[in-house]
């Protein structure tokens, strides 16, 4: 088939995309070629929200074949969050035709030079941009996200991070010069001469492991570094939340086949219910690269035994934010009240101990004791959940009945500052809706130790007396270096405080946010500006995202010869 979308094209038109990706990771500021507000889609090719869900409702009960190879069988079985059958089926692989399958096409896409290679990624994360709110139906129905948080964080933002990661490819592509004139004088003899190219060669095929509650957010940065990198690519989604990352591989392959590439270049790698296919897959030599994000126990595993891959993984860790004063106080309790309640707790950057002097904090209300700051934030959360449209606006719905029992049971580990109870989804009477639970927890004593040094995934927040902001700055430093953390926060007006905090983070690789009070949240973060994870810490092995993200992806080949 003739190239539908040729170099000139796929140049002229996303070069300056590109470019603009460029510089924002070089300065830092904001930017986005991403709309985060559904009003603005509609135009331009685009679907709005009313054509997306459409879209979405035709695709429930079909068979999404995207004409792979191998293809041996028909899985699915996914049931949203909210109680919607999706009823779609998915292309069952037998490996041991599709992997050889996506190693024919490496040469010509290795050929084609790192440029051309991200006009490619930055069409498809366009086509994927003009069905943003399809693709916000899915993300929601798959991960229990509310529609709005689905349609920003699985559509903009996860473009965004995809284009960050397409950015960061061609940066470390493009270090070395294509080819170079190399002249060595002699003295009195003839100079040595050779020519030489230089060409990134990839690792071979890349392996992106999805997760339940972001697929795309967490799936887009690898399989776009992967494939900016010249690797094929094999998506396995999480099985409950297959639709959003077999759309994206269905776009990709349009994409690739239309520019003249092999489709099988990406692919879909589905499985039977109980199948458990992601081990077999880490562990086969065809796969070179690995992208995880999930529990902290596979991601060890693969660490320890995917030998012949470069492993990638964002794991668990235990977010703490250091509470010792403020000149905010109404501030800081409503910005604590989002973070606790935005997804149900339900992301790997949400706070789960907060640390509060026994002694209490001084704020620009007065002095307030422990107690009294436990009991306003309990407040401030009910403030914010009360009524039940807003409350299901931020809380979507719990993903699966594992954090239903965590949440349950975080009830018997302390001093319940603010209980958790049901919310009703008037659109979704079956979706499983709850509101934060805060468990007073004393951190002097070893028998709650076990409780807030765990991860707790969920609505869960421990509020965790401590002797004093030494004391916190101890338990903070211990908590990042044996369990990880993807995010630290702090409230503080004590410089000293401040430096200790700073100096923590630092010393453990940590993520730290200081004072926020406004609208940016702890466990927020903008591509192209924001570093999510830092690899330096048990919680990821990796950032999203920064130069070592993409480098081990691929080599530099060097072919030389007299000039």
Request: hydrophobic fraction near 40%.
């Amino acid at each position: 088939m003739a190239a539908e979308l040729t170099a000139h094209q796929l140049i002229a038109q996303h070069r300056p995309t590109l470019d603009l990706a460029l510089e924002t990771i070089r300065t830092r500021a904001y930017w986005s070629p991403h709309p985060e507000h559904p009003k603005a889609y509609g135009e331009n090719g685009s679907l709005d929200t009313a054509a997306g869900k459409a879209a979405f409702d035709a695709l429930l009960g079909t068979r999404l074949d995207l004409g792979q190879p191998g293809t041996d069988g028909w899985v699915g079985g996914e049931v949203s969050p909210y109680g919607v059958e999706l009823g779609v089926e998915y292309p069952h692989a037998d490996l041991d035709v599709l992997l050889p399958a996506m190693k024919a096409g490496q040469k010509a896409w290795r050929d084609a030079g790192a440029e051309l290679r991200a006009m490619v990624c930055l069409e498809i994360l366009r086509r994927i941009a003009d069905r943003t709110m399809e693709f916000a139906q899915a993300v929601m129905h798959t991960s229990g996200q509310a529609f709005m948080m689905a349609f920003q964080a699985g559509g903009p933002h996860a473009q965004d991070r995809g284009m960050e990661a397409v950015a960061y490819a061609y940066v470390e592509q493009s270090r070395t010069p294509e080819a170079a004139e190399w002249t060595k004088p002699q003295g009195k003899r003839d100079p040595l001469a050779l020519t030489k190219r230089f060409t990134p060669v990839p690792r071979g095929i890349g392996l992106v492991i999805g997760c339940n509650t972001f697929p795309t957010w967490n799936g887009y940065p690898g399989l776009f570094a992967s494939l900016a990198t010249g690797n094929a690519v094999l998506v396995k989604p999480h099985p409950r939340a297959v639709l959003p990352l077999a759309l994206t591989v269905q776009v990709a392959r349009e994409v690739l086949t239309e520019a003249g590439f092999d489709a099988n270049l990406v692919a879909l790698a589905a499985e039977r219910p109980g199948e458990g296919i992601a081990k077999t897959l880490a562990t086969r030599p065809e796969i070179r690269i690995i992208d995880y994000t999930g529990s902290t126990a596979f991601g060890d595993w693969l660490e320890a035994n995917a030998r012949q891959a470069q492993v990638y993984t964002e794991k668990a860790g235990v977010n703490t934010v250091v509470v010792e004063s403020t000149d905010d106080y109404k501030g800081m309790l409503a910005n604590l009240a989002f973070s606790l309640s935005l997804y149900s707790g339900q992301m790997c950057t949400t706070p789960q101990n907060l640390l509060i002097p026994r002694d209490g904090i001084r704020t620009d209300q007065g002095d307030k004791s422990y107690d009294e700051v436990t009991a306003d934030l309990a407040r401030a959360v009910d403030g914010l959940l009360g009524d039940e449209a807003r409350a299901n606006a931020l809380l979507g719905a719990i993903v699966n009945p594992d954090v239903k029992a965590r949440l349950e049971a975080a009830a018997g580990l302390g001093e319940v500052a603010l209980a958790s109870r049901e919310v009703t989804n008037q659109e979704f009477p079956d979706a499983v809706v709850r509101t934060p639970v805060i468990v007073k927890l004393d951190g002097a004593k070893p028998g709650d130790e076990a409780a807030y040094t765990s991860e707790c995934f969920g609505p869960v927040s421990f509020a965790v007396a401590v002797d004093s902001a030494d004391h916190a700055v101890e338990l903070l430093r211990r908590g990042i270096r044996e369990k990880g953390a993807m995010t630290v926060g702090a409230y503080t007006t004590d410089p000293e405080v401040e430096e200790a905090v700073q100096e923590v983070c630092l010393d453990e690789a940590a993520q730290l946010s200081l004072n926020l009070t406004g609208g940016v949240y702890v466990n927020q973060t903008a591509a192209f500006s924001d570093f999510h994870g830092s690899g330096g810490n048990p919680a990821a092995n990796a950032a999203l995202c920064d130069g070592a993200f993409v480098a081990n992806r691929f080599r530099v080949v060097e072919v030389r010869r007299p000039a």
